[in-house]
């Protein structure tokens, strides 16, 4: 393991963050906090190593730590997304089913195939660690990240806006034709 492994791995995720944080104007899910916060102690770690060879295994393991903590940053950034619209989604049909029908119209069924892509693709990754930077890298990350972004808005944003306001409208209409 050398430290531009780690810088690299680090300057990727900060693009990925960064773009999360603009996109949705949040910052991303506690795990990948978690993972940061990691990442730092084992980084600490390895400025406190004074160099000498009896602590060249110490700096490698530190640096294993370091690089492991921010790749598990990287996955959870992607998982978290596709997980928080599957849950945005399903407690939306769970209160507001038909509005949510009506005010997504097709959107709807494909945010569904596209949450299934994610989640096999997510699923392949875990029974194939070595694919995992592959497919994390060429399919998660550059091919659904951005359409991740913009249904998380979405969803959080104007859609359940609207799907509200057509239940309230729906069900004043119901209250007014029963009187």
Do not use: W
């Not at 492991?68 to 992607?78: E, I, M, N, S």
């Not at 945005?88 to 949510?100: H, M, R, V, W």
């Not at 299934?116 to 660690?129: H, L, T």
């Amino acid at each position: 393991m050398k430290i531009q492994d780690i810088v690299s791995l680090h300057g990727k995720l900060a693009e990925r963050i960064k773009q999360f944080e603009t996109n949705l104007d949040l910052y991303p899910p506690t795990e990948v906090s978690n993972e940061l916060r990691y990442a730092l102690r084992a980084v600490v770690e390895i400025l406190e190593i004074d160099g000498s060879d009896t602590q060249v295994d110490d700096f490698e393991h530190a640096c294993q730590k370091a690089y492991h903590a921010l790749l598990c940053a990287y996955h959870d950034l992607v998982d978290g997304l596709a997980i928080h619209i599957t849950i945005s989604l399903d407690e939306l049909n769970a209160k507001y089913l038909e509005e949510s029908v009506v005010v997504l119209g097709a959107r709807r069924s494909d945010i569904i195939e596209l949450l299934n892509e994610i989640n096999e693709k997510i699923a392949r990754s875990r029974k194939n660690p070595k694919e995992r930077k592959k497919i994390y890298d060429e399919e998660l990350y550059d091919k659904y990240f951005q359409k991740l972004l913009g249904y998380r808005k979405l969803l959080n944003g104007q859609v359940t806006e609207d799907v509200i306001k057509l239940y309230l409208k729906k069900t004043k209409e119901e209250q007014n034709g029963s009187k």
